[in-house]
Structures are given as C-alpha cells and as structure tokens.
C-alpha cells in the first residue's frame, strides 16, 4: 500500500483491544513492517500507546482523546500512531516501560511513548488528559509541542532517544559478569526479607495501596517454612492468603480473583479478572492447604476452577484471557464493578427468604453507605458463630440459609449485563493454569486434571507446530457473526505472534505437571520438545542468558531478559526451574549446564533482593539443595497414594511416574526418543508382581524400595536439606 497510515487498520488486527480502537479516527496502524516503513518515508516519530483490553485507564483515554477529532487530527498529521496489544506483544512493551520506569519513576498503562522511525523512544508517559488536570500535562498541548520540538530541536531529541535507547540496553539486555550460583542460604535470606516487607495489620506487603497478589512470594515463605519450622514464614503467608480470600479482591458469589486491591485493606479491587491471576493464586492456595489443612483453601480454589470452567473456558479447552473491570449497568452507563457491587435492597429482591437476605448482608458488609461509589464490594465480615448468635440460630442453619442466600444471588447477577471478554488464548497463560488445575487434579478431584489435559490438547492442536517444533503465542477465534473468517482460518481460528520465553516455559512446567498428576508420558514428551525449543530459540550461550524473544524472531531496539516478577512470574525463573527439573529425564542434554549457567550469571542479583526475584530464588534454591525425587513403579498411583501425596507438602517434589516392568520401561523411552533409561528412571521397576514400589531421593542419596507410602513419606523427611 502507499501509504498505510492515511486510514485506521485495527479492524484487520485478531486482538481484542486493538479491535476496541478500529472506529477511532485515529489513523492508528498495528505494530507491523508497513507501519514503520511508513514512519521511515514520512520521515515522521512514532506515537506507540500500548495497553489491554480490561484496562481502565486506557478505556478512560479512549473517551477523552482517541474518540476526539481534534487529537485525531493532531496524531494523523504530525505522527505515525500505533497500537500495541500489551498481552499480545510483552516483548514491545517491556522494552518500553522499562525506560518509561527509569525517566519518570513509575509506569502503568496506557503506556504512551514518542519514537523515532527507528524506534527508539525520546519522551514517555501513562495516562494524559486531554487537557491539563492536577499537575498532567495535557496530551493535546504534549502532541503541540513534540511536533514542534521535532522540527525545530530535532537534534536534540534524537539525542535524547540515543540515551534513553542505550539505558534499555543496559538495563533489559546485558549481564553481568558470573559468579557462583547462590548456596542453599537463599531461601532464608529471601523468606526473612519477605517478612521485613509484610503488612502485618492487613496482609499482603507494603503498608499501603494498591495491593497485588504476590504467589512467588508465598511460595517462598511456604518452602522455608518446611525448611525451618521457623513460625513466622508461615504467619505472614496466612494473614495473606485470608486478606486475599476475605476481602474484596475475592469475587464471594462466582468464585476467583481481580486483579489487584486499590486500598491498604483489600476492601475495593480493581476489577477486570485476569487468567494468569487466577492460575497463580489457585497453586498459592493449594500449597497452603497442604500446609495448613485448611478446607477454607481448597474451597476457594475449588470456586475459583469452577468460574474459570464456567466463564473462561473456550468450548474445546482453552481458557480466555481476560474479563474487562467495566460492564454496563441499567441506564446503558459503562462503569467499573457494575457487575460485582450491590446495594441491601437488591440483595433482599434477589433473595426469597428476608432471615437468609438480612444474613447474606451482614455476612459480606452489605449496607447502605456501601464501600465504592454508594454500593457495597463484598468482604467476609461477620463469621457464622457469631451471627448464629446475633439471629438465635445453629450454625448450620446460618450455613444453609446462607447458601441458598449466595445461590440466589449468584442467578440474579446472572441476569445483569456481563463485562467483555477478551477470547485471545495465550498459550503461556494457558500454561500457567495447566498447572494450577494438574495438581488440582492430584490434590482435590481428577475432574481438574482432566480439564488441563483439554487445555494442554488444545494448546498443542493450535499453537504447536510439530514439524517446525515451535509454538505460537495468540489463538484468536473468529466470531460467530464472521462466518468468512471462521471458513478460512484454520480450526476456526488465527494464530499469530512467535512465542515467547514464557509461552514454552510456562507451558512446558504445565505439561510437566499434567505427566506428575496422570503419569502419561505424553505429556513428559511435550515438556521436553519445549525445553529443547527453549535452548534452541532463547539461550545465549556467550553472554550466559535466556533472553525472552527467540533468537529469530523480530529484531527491537535491544533483546529484553525477564529476571523480576511481574503481574506473572519470571519467565526467566521458570524455564530455569522447569530445565532442571526436566534435566532428570534427559541428561544427556543440556538443560542443566543451561540453568546453572543463569543462575550463576545472575546470581548477584538474585541475592541482592531475592524478593524482587523470588521465582529465580525458587529454581536457584532447587540446584542448590536438589530435587525430591519420588520415583513410582506401578500401573498407576494407588489411590491411598495419592491421598497421602496430596495432603503432603513437598517442594521441589518431582513425582516420576514409570511402568513396573523394564519392558515397559523400554517402550517409553523409545516413546519420548531416550537414547538411555535416565537415572531417575533406572533399576527402579516394582519389586514384586502387581505391587507399586517407591524409590525416594534427593542429592544422590536414595531409599531402598518401599511398597508403602508412609514409609517413603518417612525417607522424604529424613533426605530433606538442613
């Protein structure tokens, strides 16, 4: 095309969001080859707004500006506008809100930058009002005044962008010089600064808002707990995971989680419910039920796998990324938390009986005043004694009348509008849950270990390219109404976008973990084909990195690594894990010489603030004190097994299913391509005809072979690091 950028080209974009912007009169062009050629012959910077489709903000700076025709007419002219899709794209919008974060201190989105036509950016910010507001400059005197500058002080801004350009570099692409990998000492450096960072009035860490679900945190405060005994890993992890299940940022009626609490008390969350939150915090409160034994746990990720199920879950297996925190409320207002907020009267028209209304209102904080613009953000506030006292009631009529209280609520919101779903499948997040619903699946009902392996079917049937033996990031499904696209596109649907670090490692510990809870080695297979493709496409082997894009995909302004956790865990700090993990089965490769050498070029860091970095702390300590190796012989896990497994606690446990016989054995590896038996593998057949044998180890230091699950529990504790 001539030019590309006379006209807005979103609606041929696959993305949600980007779709949300296509009637814009803004001539926004996704982030492709002919937009940036385009900035190159018009000789014109680059205006890149980067957001998502449940975002608040960039909803908000839609309205004000990119609906305008004033501010359209001022981007058309003076600038190429392009639109990225955060969730799509993380690559593009690291590198950019990596130098929006060291030039103003802060970051969020809308993330907006001005670039040169070689992309390489010279002024950055958020949100901007369309005029001037409470210290912001207003966005349509910043598009006057860049325009300007880049015809009068042009120089001096490309200056500028050769600075800011080599910043990202320094801080996203280059390594420092190794060291030795971090020692077993780690963990409990990391647990004790966990705790020096923890709210302990309200939960969670910081002592003040927004608050933000942090799982590795409480990954590593749950491990050094079973390290140390120490009591106060284990009091912080509590009062956090109880903040999160008692206050707003729970959803009481359908299950699962928002996004993030924006008070120091979790009363008020913002509200879009993102997929990777729910995957994360689902494992979170697994391993804390397995610590604490309590049922309230299990029965929130219970709840929290049934709105996923029910409202996330394409119709052949995938989930959905995101739900949006705005819907519309009965005036046809789009506003945030429509669907999830509720005033006394609507709680009585809802409910039949007024004992069980009143009850439901006193048990989730439901009055008059409400909590958020008038309406109430539901919260657990008077436990059931108590009210079974108040009303003069038993406690478990209290229960049952609250159950039918909460079902009749649930179905009156059913009625409402819903928020919009963005249906993009990412495969990394998919991963993630694959996860989160394996041990599910081991540690509560089979049911969940049957919905990853849907997920993991259908991840692999559409983002998997077996022949070339690299994955997809985005499936996008067409719309029922599009009935061309849905005939040309391949299982009714595009795929786009090369995968991401964090599309094969997420999704290869999630297929790991499907193999730990169903033992097929199916699912091993596949984990394996993604560590390979993870050395093959991301590994640097001189600078002594994973780098985040693959080696071939697009070329940016610098090649951004993923060290910290974000709103997901560190991609880089997964495919470590998941390599050493992986390693036990294929020794022969190279996973371990791979993830020892990220942990020894970044150890420095990582021990510099393991917080910042705890899923990198997590696979550092994993080297450093070993895998629990519980090798099982059988047919399948007895089910007495798998009960005494699931109420277990064991981290860094890796549950290595085999056959009983060598034979079988022998079909397996030929299976997966094992040129030898690997060692967590080998002369551990069953001892005796049709009976399941354990082998237990750790460091290379074994247990004989027991047929009893108890005894080998018993040989867990004993082989367990200092």
């Not at 919009?420 to 394996?438: F, T, V």
């Not at 599009?482 to 090369?498: F, K, L, M, N, W």
């Not at 060290?563 to 020794?587: H, I, K």
Request: aromatic share 10%; hydrophobic share 35%.
């Amino acid at each position: 095309m001539s030019d590309p950028t006379r006209q807005n080209r979103l609606d041929e974009e696959e993305s949600p969001y980007l779709r949300q912007h296509a009637d814009n009169p803004v001539h926004w062009q996704p982030w492709d080859e002919d937009a940036l050629e385009a900035a190159h012959e018009r000789d014109a910077p680059i205006f890149l707004s980067i957001g998502y489709s449940a975002c608040h903000w960039c909803h908000v700076m839609e309205e004000e500006s990119f609906e305008d025709e004033e501010v359209a007419e001022l981007l058309n002219e003076n600038f190429v506008p392009i639109k990225v899709d955060r969730e799509e794209r993380p690559d593009i919008d690291t590198i950019y809100m990596s130098i929006c974060q060291q030039v103003t201190g802060g970051g969020g989105w809308p993330l907006s930058a001005w670039l040169t036509p070689d992309g390489k950016p010279f002024y950055v910010g958020t949100y901007f009002p369309k005029h001037s507001r409470q210290g912001r400059p207003g966005f349509i005197d910043l598009l006057e005044n860049i325009s300007g500058s880049w015809r009068t002080d042009r120089d001096e801004m490309e200056n500028r962008a050769e600075q800011w350009t080599n910043a990202i570099e320094g801080e996203l692409e280059s390594t420092p010089e190794a060291g030795d990998a971090p020692d077993a000492e780690l963990l409990r450096n990391a647990a004790s600064q966990i705790v020096r960072s923890a709210d302990r009035d309200f939960g969670g860490f910081g002592q003040q808002g927004p608050k933000f679900p942090q799982p590795a945190q409480l990954d590593v405060l749950f491990r050094a707990l079973d390290r140390t005994g120490a009591n106060q890993f284990a009091d912080v992890a509590v009062e956090t995971l109880d903040a999160m299940a008692n206050g707003g940022l729970y959803d009481h009626v359908g299950g699962g989680f928002h996004r993030y609490a924006t008070d120091r008390q979790w009363t008020v969350p913002h509200f879009e419910k993102m997929l990777y939150d729910n995957a994360e915090l689902s494992r979170a409160y697994l391993a804390g039920y397995q610590v604490t034994g309590n049922e309230r746990y299990a029965n929130v990720v219970r709840e929290t796998f049934a709105f996923l199920d029910r409202e996330m879950r394409h119709p052949e297996g995938g989930f959905y990324s995101t739900l949006d925190a705005r819907s519309e409320d009965q005036e046809g207002e789009s506003e945030e938390g429509t669907f999830y907020v509720w005033t006394p009267e609507e709680i009585h028209d809802a409910v039949e009986v007024e004992t069980a209304a009143d009850l439901f209102c006193d048990r989730y904080g439901i009055t008059k005043s409400g909590n958020f613009e008038g309406k109430t953000v539901l919260t657990l506030n008077g436990s059931v004694p108590e009210l079974a006292e108040e009303y003069d009631l038993h406690e478990s009529e209290v229960r049952e009348l609250l159950d039918d209280a909460r079902r009749q609520v649930f179905e009156a919101r059913e009625e409402r509008e819903r928020p919009p779903r963005d249906e993009k499948i990412l495969a990394g997040w998919n991963g993630l849950l694959i996860s989160a619903l394996a041990e599910g699946g081991l540690m509560l009902e089979s049911e969940y270990a049957e919905l990853a392996e849907s997920a993991l079917d259908f991840v692999r049937e559409n983002h998997w390219d077996g022949d070339e033996q690299t994955l997809s990031r985005r499936f996008k499904g067409a719309s029922e109404c599009d009935s061309e696209a849905r005939e040309t596109q391949s299982h009714g649907g595009a795929v786009g976008i090369d995968g991401y670090l964090e599309d094969y490692a997420f999704l290869a510990r999630g297929a790991f973990d499907l193999f730990q809870a169903t033992g097929d080695p199916d699912h091993l297979g596949f984990a394996l084909n993604l560590a390979r493709a993870i050395e093959r496409e991301f590994w640097d082997d001189e600078r002594g990195t994973l780098y985040f894009t693959p080696e071939s995909g697009e070329r940016l302004v610098a090649r951004p690594q993923e060290l910290a956790d974000q709103s997901t865990p560190s991609s880089l700090g997964v495919a470590t894990d998941v390599l050493l993990v992986l390693s036990e089965f294929a020794p022969h490769d190279r996973f371990s010489d791979v993830a020892e050498s990220v942990l020894e070029t970044h150890s420095k860091t990582i021990e510099s603030n393991p917080f910042q970095y705890a899923t990198l702390a997590l696979a550092a300590d994993r080297h450093a004190t070993g895998s629990l190796e519980l090798t099982v012989a059988a047919d399948e896990l007895p089910a007495e097994w798998r009960e005494r497994l699931a109420e277990t606690f064991l981290p860094t446990r890796i549950l290595a299913h085999r056959p009983p016989t060598e034979d079988g054995l022998a079909e397996w590896c030929e299976k997966l391509e094992l040129d030898e038996v690997p060692p967590i593998w080998a002369n551990r057949e069953s001892e005796a005809e049709d009976e399941p044998t354990l082998y237990v180890c750790r460091s290379f230091t074994c247990s004989p072979p027991v047929t009893d699950i108890d005894a080998g529990l018993e040989w867990a504790a004993d082989l367990a690091p200092e």
